[in-house]
């Protein structure tokens, strides 16, 4: 009820504006990670994050089956509990429905997001379905981590190196082809459908915690180990620039990255220019992967144990801006930001 | 994808038809209740609830504030909790907005939220705010209980007497003074804004919870009373009738509720027909009291140290159906069903 604000409307400001102010409603301690962390017990940490999906907005009858919008839905909820370093435990599906959609679209929805919960054995522990003008998705994940091993956005520092556990610019690659499938004539179907597969199946790395904690665990010649941990991450949800652009300013740090150190879609190389190849990659979204800073050794490890498209990217630096250098050309080097990124208002 | 739903719309079969749908997706142990239980440790339960609100169909600009608008929100969800017997330890946010809604607007919606949440020391732990062309609010609620002390609908014996912690009927009375306010012409002013606040400030009965627990403690005879506590209720937010209804379903028996048992609020006397009054009280929803079946010793007990306007209204019987007695008149026993309580669809 300030008064300088009674005319703005959420336009005008934007997400962010808009966070900032409803920020000051929230305890200042739990905000600003993929996921909220409740600490219960010393030895076990609650983690929650929710999602709200709008009816063309965020998924569109035109690139997304059902299936496939409840698969990303329940994907981006599990990346985010992936992202804190959590092992999910369930979640709640709120759901706004217009009275006059059909009833096999909602079971298909349903069966998307199971197809995805079963892979990580999380359940769906609860729900509200009301009436409403336009189709809306509210998914809220809960998973548990041990409170030593949290990952945070804020834990970054000088010298670690920033690891990746796959390709980036698939997701919008395979986007950009649902859109305007004349784009593709070019491909070959194997790598079409990879691209696609990527936009409509995106897969939560859960899988990386494992090897993560167990490297760690195997480095350490300490036998209590448990306070040494500090890994730094997100998920590159909003893009890989987004992710270490986010990283840096929660650890008042910055960071380096090698252009040719990131992993691209082998179909990227005869199909897109290098430059959009490179734009795709840091700002495409929704690849899902996991964006962590680790002491160099622990990093060296676990992307040698992901094999696949992993990769050390970059390195932390405690100049706080994001540059991008691209090794043997001409080309200098870029300070990334983030108004290349999605914003939603 | 069943053949037999593909041409149905979700209007078709309505909440309870497209629940029942979904349910299958769903683990059976953990739906049915007021919020989904997950157990994590013998000590300690997780009790989450999820509530989605929608502008035009939950809340109206005619009758709600934005401040109301979220005091109610939060209130329903923290009486969810409550009625599973857990303490609330947060809550998270989702918000689709229209982009042209005010800031100011929001800003009230938060106060409003934050307004209850304080009463019950609960933190906004987490969000999501999104673009969508109609105001959608989604509340998810997590508390903890101990695993001993889940209230269930399912746990209501031949015998338990039910208890009610507060009048019913002042919600939607005070709902019918804003929607039509020529009304109340007849009532003070004093009664008239006690209504009006019953609408828009409902109490969840958190309080009820220690007294519960306290009595069970005291009257127990045997040292290690954990296994003897099963206590059987809800919450009153779809109406008394409903609430007394979904009991008896879960736990296959029937009940005998006194009419004139039921505390209605004193206003109502000089104002409302004895059969307005009394379907306001039992069909009229969202007062948010709880209804619990108790042994008749502990829920007298209750009531006495509840005080104000708790009652015991009747006794769970083992033939399925739920008659309402009208003593002392000429009245037939009548026999509730849920028909006559709110649909979503």
Redesign the interface.
Same mark, same amino acid.
């Not at 929650?48 to 709008?54: A, C, P, R, Y």
């Not at 709640?92 to 096999?104: A, C, F, Q």
């Given at each position: 009820?300030?008064n300088e604000? !009674?005319?703005?409307? %959420?336009?005008?400001?934007g997400?962010q504006g808009?966070?900032a102010?409803?920020q000051r409603?929230? *305890?200042q301690e739990?905000?600003g990670d993929d996921?909220?962390v409740?600490v219960?017990?010393p030895e076990?940490s609650?983690v929650?994050?929710?999602?709200?999906?709008?009816d063309?907005?965020?998924f569109s009858h035109v690139t997304t089956s059902p299936e496939d919008a409840g698969w990303r839905a329940v994907a981006a909820n599990l990346s985010d509990l992936a992202a804190m370093g959590a092992t999910p435990?369930?979640i709640?599906?709120?759901?706004?429905?217009?009275?006059?959609? !059909?009833?096999?679209w %909602?079971?298909?929805l349903?069966?998307g997001?199971?197809e995805c919960l079963q892979k990580y054995n999380t *359940?769906?522990?609860?729900?509200?379905?009301?009436?409403?003008?336009?189709t809306?998705l509210?998914i809220?994940a809960?998973g548990?981590a041990y409170p030593h091993q949290i990952i945070r956005r804020s834990a970054a520092k000088v010298g670690d190196a920033i690891a990746i556990t796959g390709v980036h610019g698939a997701s919008r690659a395979g986007l950009e082809l649902l859109l305007n499938p004349e784009i593709g004539q070019n491909l070959k179907d194997t790598d079409k459908a990879a691209l696609i597969t990527a936009h409509q199946r995106p897969q939560p790395r859960l899988d990386v915690l494992p090897i993560l904690w167990n490297i760690f665990n195997s480095q350490s010649q300490i036998p209590n180990l448990k306070s040494k941990i500090a890994v730094a991450g997100m998920d590159s949800s909003d893009g890989l620039a987004d992710a270490v652009l986010q990283i840096c300013r929660a650890s008042n740090v910055g960071a380096i990255l090698e252009a040719k150190h990131i992993p691209l879609p082998p179909a990227f190389t005869n199909w897109l220019t290098p430059e959009q190849a490179i734009n795709y990659a840091l700002y495409g979204g929704e690849d899902f992967e996991l964006v962590l800073c680790l002491p160099p050794d622990v990093a060296s490890a676990l992307v040698a144990q992901i094999g696949q498209d992993a990769a050390i990217i970059g390195t932390i630096t405690s100049e706080t801006k994001v540059l991008l250098h691209h090794e043997n050309t001409e080309i200098p080097d870029q300070t990334l930001n983030l108004n290349q990124g999605f914003q939603?208002?």
């Open positions: 009820m300030k604000s !009674s005319s703005l409307q %959420v336009k005008d400001i997400e808009l966070l102010i409803l409603f929230c *305890p739990i905000i996921a909220a409740l219960t017990t076990q609650w929650v994050t929710t999602d709200v999906l709008v063309n907005v965020h435990l369930g709640t599906v709120g759901l706004g429905l217009p009275g006059d959609i !059909s009833v096999n %909602v079971e298909r349903y069966q997001m199971t *359940p769906i522990v609860g729900g509200d379905i009301v009436r409403s003008p336009v809306t509210s809220t809960f548990q939603h208002f």
